[in-house]
C-alpha cells in the first residue's frame, strides 16, 4: 500500500465512486460503481451487479466480504477512473486496511476514503465553516482526517486509500462536495445501489 504518491488533480478528468450494499443476514449483495467527469462531476458511466457475499459478516472484515462485488462491477467499465472514492475507511482501520485501501491495492488504483463515522481513534471538532479539518489520531498514528463539507454539517472522515496523500485527498473530497455532505460521486453510487436493490 502506497501512502505518500501525490495525486496531481489539474491532470485529474475521470473520478469514480463506490458503494456496496447488504444487509447482515443477507447471502446477496449489491455492488455500483459511478465514473464522473471531473471538475464537472456529470455523470458518464454507471456500472452495476448483483451477487453472492463471499463470506459471512465479521465486523473488521467487511472488506473481505464487499471487494470481489466492487471489482465485478468496475470490470463492467468501458472507462477507468484514475481516483476512486470509497464509502468506507483507508487506513482508517483496526488492522489498517480498510475497503478503500483494500480496492486500492487490488485495482493499483488511486483511492480515498470518505466515512461517514470512524471505527477507532479520537480528535477534536473541526470548526463549523467548509474546508475546516483537522487531524485524526490513534495510537501515535495520524490517520487521517475529519472533514467539513457543509458549514454546520456534521465532518466526514477522510482516509488514504492508496497511491494519495491525506493533503490531496481532502482537496478532491472537498471538490466533490458542492451541494451535500457527501462526494457527489458516492451519493450518485449509492442511489445506483438502491436502485439495484429495488429490482432484486
Known amino acids: ?43 458518464v458511466e454507471t456500472a452495476g451487479v448483483k451477487g453472492p457475499l463471499g463470506m459471512p ?15 465485478e462491477a468496475l470490470m463492467k467499465l468501458k472507462k477507468d477512473p484514475q481516483v476512486i472514492l470509497v464509502d468506507g475507511n483507508g487506513i482508517a482501520h ?24 470512524r471505527l477507532l481513534g479520537s480528535h477534536q471538532e473541526p470548526g463549523p465553516g467548509k474546508g475546516e479539518w483537522v487531524p485524526w ?25 492508496h497511491r494519495v496523500t491525506l493533503r490531496d485527498a481532502l482537496n478532491l473530497v472537498l471538490s466533490c462536495c458542492p451541494r451535500y455532505r457527501i462526494p457527489e460521486p458516492i451519493r450518485a453510487a449509492h442511489r445506483e445501489v438502491n436502485r439495484l436493490r429495488q429490482e432484486g
Open 57 to 71: 459478516y465479521i465486523p473488521g472484515l467487511l472488506s473481505f466480504r464487499e471487494a470481489p462485488l466492487l471489482l
Open 137 to 161: 489520531h490513534h495510537e501515535g498514528k495520524t490517520l487521517g482526517a475529519v472533514l467539513r463539507t457543509r458549514k454546520g454539517v456534521k465532518p466526514i472522515y477522510v482516509s488514504i486509500g
Open 94 to 117: 483496526p488492522r489498517g486496511l480498510g475497503i478503500a485501501s483494500h480496492l486500492g491495492v487490488l485495482t493499483d488504483m488511486p483511492t480515498v476514503g470518505c466515512a461517514k463515522s
Open 1 to 43: 500500500m502506497v501512502r505518500e504518491d501525490p495525486l496531481d488533480l489539474e491532470h485529474i478528468h475521470l473520478i469514480g465512486g463506490v458503494d456496496v450494499s447488504f444487509s447482515r443476514g443477507d447471502k446477496t449483495g449489491y455492488a455500483a460503481v459511478v465514473i464522473m467527469e471531473y471538475p464537472s462531476l456529470r455523470i
